[in-house]
Structure formats: C-alpha cells, structure tokens
C-alpha cells in the first residue's frame, strides 16, 4: 500500500524558514516523480512544486520561486522542501503527492504551516 | 498560464441525483485535465485523469468528458458518500472548485 507520511510543520514567524519532509512507503520511491501542493484555510488547491525520480529536474510556482526548493534522497525514500522568507500567504496544509501519468495520483494527509507573529 | 473556471461554484442535490459539473479552460489543453475529490478534513483523491480516465477504485459513476476548452464530470447518481469539493487541474493550476452539497 502506497503511503506519503508528511512532517516539519509549524509555526514560523514571517522571515522565517521551515523544512518540510515527506517519507515514502509501499512502492519504489525512486522511479516517481513527486510533487507538492498545499490548500490555504477554507481555499482551493494550488501546485508549488515538482521534481524528478532521480533529482536532475525540479519546476516551481512562480509564487514560490526562489524561495523554495524541493530535493529528494532516494536512498532514505524522503522528499523534502525547505522554505524561506515565508509570508503569511504561505499559511497552508502542504501535501506531498507521488505522480503518475503526470498526475498527483496519491497523496499523503498533509502537515499544517503557519507563518505569523 | 491556463486558467480553469469550475462552475457552479456549489451544487445543491439529493441522493439518487445526476451531479453535472463544468470545468472550461482558458486555451486549448487537449484532454490533459483531471478531477480531484476532497472531503472534509482528508486530502483530495485522485477521481479523472487525462478526461475520462478513472482512477484506481474509483466507481463507475464518476464519469469524465470533454475535450479542447470544456470539460465535464458526472455523477451520474448520487451517493452520500460523493457530497463533497470537487477540483479539476490542469498540470500546474487547479481550478476553484464545486462544492457538491446535499439540497
């Protein structure tokens, strides 16, 4: 059974930087490209980010570009994604998701970040 | 950058009902759109990939159509079960979502 098992959520002050982890079981980690995606309070669904199964390629939201990056160890089966400069408008439920067919076909439950003073 | 229009925004129904709901894109996409399912408190699922392909497990009352700019999901009888937000996307953008909710 696939699972995606989200952590490193918080709270963080505006500035701030925060990493997040998504630890991976029940298929092989490393032949999937795998995303993130998060859902603001009582908001819809926005992608932030996507890299490949072996690392060598990584895309992102505008909104996050440059202060986001997302990385992977396959060895350990975890993605990750460290965040910096973080504003309130980052204040989301982040999910980690395996791709398939170029879609986010399974996803994990999600880690809550809030960024506030 | 595609945008996705989802409309309507809420669709009230009951049990037994045929749920129609509409997802246009800003330019062409082809049949690159897919359809998520999110209930309260849990991470969306995986319905529709590539317009009218079901995912894994998903019963065959959820069905997926369209092509170029317009797009449509259809329940074509309503479970309690299937009363939640609705999401399609388009790789990199979602659109805003249909609440299915009971009448």
């Known amino acids: 059974e696939v699972q995606l098992v989200e952590s490193g959520g918080g709270l963080v002050q505006p500035g701030g930087s925060l990493r997040l982890s998504c630890t991976a079981s029940?298929?092989?980690?490393?032949?999937?490209?795998m995303h993130w995606l998060r859902q603001a309070p009582g908001k819809g669904l926005v992608w932030v980010s996507r890299i490949k199964y072996d690392g060598t390629y990584t895309a992102y939201a505008d909104s996050v570009k440059g202060r986001f990056t997302i990385s992977r160890d396959n060895a350990k089966n975890t993605l990750s994604l460290e965040m910096n400069s973080l504003t309130a408008e980052d204040t989301a439920v982040y999910y980690c998701?395996?791709?398939?067919?170029?879609?986010?076909?399974?996803w994990g439950q999600g880690t809550q970040v809030t960024v506030s003073s | 950058e595609t945008v996705l229009t989802q409309s309507p925004a809420t669709l009230s129904l009951s049990p037994g009902e045929r749920a129609t709901l509409s997802c246009r894109a800003s330019q062409y996409i082809s049949d690159y759109l897919a359809w998520y399912q999110q209930k309260p408190g849990q991470a969306p699922s995986l319905l529709i990939y590539?317009?009218?392909n079901r995912a894994t497990g998903v019963p065959s009352r959820f069905s997926g159509s369209g092509s170029g700019t317009d797009f449509t999901l259809t329940i074509s009888s309503l479970e309690p079960e299937d009363f939640a937000v609705y999401y399609c996307q388009q790789r990199t953008t979602f659109g805003q979502g249909t609440k299915v909710e009971f009448k």
């Open positions: 998701a395996r791709e398939w067919s170029g879609w986010a076909y399974s």
């Open positions: 029940g298929f092989t980690f490393s032949s999937y490209w």
């Open positions: 590539d317009t009218s």
